[in-house]
């Protein structure tokens, strides 16, 4: 069974950092395209960053640019968002999402939330 | 960014009667491979997004055969023939075809 647990939310002041991560199991993750897409309280969703399967080429979405690092370690099977210099409108709920040729499958999420 | 435009955003519907929303994206959809990156989500209260149907038409693992998706180029359907209880919650579109992936704005589906 696919599965795509993220963790790493929380609670961070305005100008902090925290990084998200994303445990899969289920599958070959090495062989996947991994996004994390974010929703706000209420609001609809936004997508934050990719990776290609072997890490080499990254976007980003131009409210994030400069600020987030998306990652990944296909030995540990895990996906990575480093969030920095975060800001109240980063709150939101971020979820981990493999792609397959248009095929999305998305984690639970994890909270993020940016206040002080 | 390529747009995508929903209608209706709102969707009272009667159990067991169909439904069906519209997507048009502003943009073609069509990636260099030939393929159309046109998706149809659901989300329930609570729950993170459920893929229902991928490239137009194809339904996902686990998608009961009342749903279906068409369309072609910019303008893309999605259809419930007979609505239950359980189909509740927001539907979006989304687009695959391009980077930042981008979504409609969501249909709530409510039942009468």
């Known amino acids: 069974e696919v599965q795509l647990v993220e963790s790493g939310g929380g609670l961070v002041q305005p100008g902090g950092s925290l990084r998200l991560s994303c445990a899969a199991s289920?599958?070959?993750?090495?062989?996947?395209?991994m996004h994390w897409v974010r929703q706000a309280p209420g609001k609809g969703l936004v997508s934050v960053s990719r990776?290609?399967?072997?890490?080499?080429?990254?976007r980003y979405a131009d409210s994030v640019k400069g600020r987030f690092t998306i990652s990944r370690d296909n030995a540990k099977n895990t996906l990575y968002l480093q969030m920095n210099g975060l800001r109240p409108a980063d709150t939101a709920v971020y979820y981990c999402?493999?792609?397959?040729?248009?095929?999305?499958?998305w984690g639970q999420g994890t909270l993020v939330t940016v206040s002080s | 960014d390529i747009v995508m435009t929903q209608s209706p955003l709102s969707s009272p519907v009667t159990l067991g009667q169909p439904a069906s929303i519209s997507c048009r994206s502003s943009q073609s959809l069509v990636d260099s491979d030939g393929n159309t990156y046109l998706n149809w989500l659901h989300q329930r209260p609570g729950q993170p997004p459920r893929l229902l149907i991928y490239k137009i038409s194809n339904r996902f693992s686990g998608v009961p055969d009342r749903f279906s998706g068409s369309g072609a180029g910019t303008d893309f359907t999605l259809r419930i023939g007979r609505v239950e209880a359980e189909d509740v919650g927001v539907y979006y579109c989304?687009?695959?075809?391009?980077?930042?992936?981008?979504f409609g704005q969501g249909t709530r589906l409510e039942i009468k």
């Open positions: 999402v493999r792609d397959w040729f248009g095929e999305f499958h």
């Open positions: 990776i290609d399967n072997n890490g080499r080429d990254r």
């Open positions: 989304m687009q695959a075809a391009q980077f930042p992936i981008t």
């Open positions: 289920g599958f070959t993750f090495s062989k996947y395209w």
